[in-house]
């Protein structure tokens, strides 16, 4: 019952930004975490960022600190990844995932619910 539904990816030369929105459903039992994970071509699935569920600590892997900020709006159910200074290395097929507990993980299996993933591909 619990889906989460990723946006707002697409084609951006290195250097532009973009705004991810993940829109979650059926998450009524708080507190949960939101994070993005990304994977690019040929490479597993890795930790971008995650947020607690009151939004007061947030974490970053450092290939994106200083580009990449997350953050929340749980009165509309939904998590925001706002990505500037893209650069191509950043290619990637983007998810959005939550775990039931208030702060994130850096691990993939720490996390309960999964998005289809949204797709960004940045152009040198």
């Known amino acids: 019952q619990v889906q989460l539904v990723e946006s707002g990816g697409g084609l951006v030369q290195a250097g532009g930004s973009l705004r991810l929105s993940c829109a979650a459903s059926?998450?009524?039992?708080?507190?949960?975490?939101m994070a993005w994970f990304r994977q690019g071509p040929g490479k597993e699935r890795v930790f971008a960022a995650a947020?607690?569920?009151?939004?007061?600590?947030?974490n970053y892997a450092d290939s994106v600190k200083g580009r990449f900020t997350i953050s929340r709006d749980n009165a509309k159910n939904t998590v925001y990844l706002q990505m500037n200074s893209l650069r191509p290395e950043d290619t990637a097929v983007y998810y959005c995932?939550?775990?039931?507990?208030?702060?994130?993980?850096?691990?993939?299996?720490?996390?309960?619910?999964w998005g289809q993933g949204t797709q960004v591909t940045v152009s040198s």
């Open positions: 995932a939550a775990r039931s507990h208030y702060s994130g993980s850096l691990y993939t299996n720490d996390y309960d619910y």
């Open positions: 947020i607690t569920w009151g939004g007061g600590r947030i």
């Open positions: 059926g998450l009524t039992f708080s507190p949960y975490a």
